[in-house]
């Protein structure tokens, strides 16, 4: 399965609810590939989170994170949140769901990929899709789009 089908939200996921984070970066694609892809760094990147810690049991390619790895997120207030990965595409992308009586959404999917634009500069999209748990999350939601 190529790149962009692989990291097709649809193949995943049917929820309703959608939101995209879009940023650009003075960086390589295969930079920022590795920088979004180092599981463990994240709380250097978002402070949300305290620890990060990667389970590749379960990981198609054994030793390595890949289709099937668990990401087990420790956040600022929010408990523990295991991420298990759907899609992993090298220097591309990666498709994760969220499991946790923290969140306040079901069904949930984020697909993370990276664009290179060129000349040096790479988009990151992050977009998250879920149903609400409850009614206010998609208020929420709707506001910060």
């Known amino acids: 399965m190529s790149g962009e089908s692989a990291l097709t939200p649809s193949l995943y996921s049917n929820a309703p609810q959608r939101s995209v984070v879009r940023a650009t970066f003075d960086l390589a694609a295969d930079e920022l590939f ?27 390619v054994a030793g390595v994170c890949d289709v099937g790895s668990v990401r087990r997120c420790t956040g600022v207030g929010t408990g523990t949140i295991d991420e298990r990965m759907v899609a ?9 769901t969220a499991q946790s009586i923290a969140i306040p959404m079901t ?9 290179d ?5 790479t988009e990151l999209v992050w977009s998250q899709h879920y149903r609400d748990r409850w009614f206010l999350t998609g208020l929420v939601s709707a506001r910060a789009i």
């Open 34 to 60: 590795a920088l979004v892809s180092d599981h463990e760094g994240m709380p250097r990147w978002f402070s949300f989170l305290k620890r990060v810690v990667v389970d590749n049991t379960g990981s198609r």
């Open 88 to 96: 992993w595409v090298p220097g591309e992308g990666f498709a994760y």
């Open 107 to 115: 069904d949930h999917l984020a697909v993370m990929r990276v664009v």
């Open 117 to 121: 634009l060129g000349g040096g500069k």
